[in-house]
């Protein structure tokens, strides 16, 4: 939450020459309502598991870069799908994600005190992020276009 998933997604498909598709915004359409919407009338398990769905959808049709929600590598069949895939973690700190996100959110799981549940979201989240990524990228302190370089840099170093 708040490590730039979508802006530098569009910014590696831009350089790439393909397109990008973002997951949260398939679920959005499919379903015809917001994310905050889906949490609060059918909660988060079915959120997952429309969010699982919709990465299964993706990665079956879609051939460019693809932006995942904060939370999918939660569910471990996302995780699966994932295996043998570039999976690029955009690591962001507390400070900075604060910033990002901003204190007066609608993002479903920011209830209350919000520095306190981007906390106990990264404390939660960051190990297993790390453990599907092939790529681990720090954002912290970095324009979107800095992130997107080092990636772009790394990815193409290593399929060569």
Do not use: C
Not at 33 to 59: C, K, M, N, P, Q
Not at 130 to 157: F, H, M, N, W
Request: proline residues 2%; negative net charge; without cysteine.
């Amino acid at each position: 939450m708040g490590a730039g998933k979508t802006t530098v997604a569009g910014l590696l498909a831009e350089a790439w020459g393909v397109s990008v598709r973002d997951t949260d915004h398939d679920v959005e359409r499919a379903e015809g309502r917001t994310i905050s919407d889906i949490f609060v009338d059918s909660g988060e398990a079915e959120f997952r598991r429309l969010e699982r769905e919709a990465v299964a959808a993706a990665l079956a049709s879609h051939d460019g870069v693809l932006a995942l929600g904060g939370g999918a590598v939660l569910d471990p069949g996302t995780r699966e799908l994932l295996a043998g895939h570039e999976v690029v973690f955009l690591r962001v700190g507390l400070a900075d994600a604060v910033k990002r996100v901003g204190l007066g959110t609608s993002r479903p799981l920011l209830l209350g005190n919000v520095r306190g549940q981007i906390k106990a979201l990264l404390d939660e989240r960051t190990p297993i992020y790390e453990s599907v990524a092939t790529l681990v990228v720090d954002t912290d302190g970095r324009t979107p276009e800095d992130v997107a370089g080092d990636i772009d840099a790394t990815l193409t170093r290593n399929r060569s």
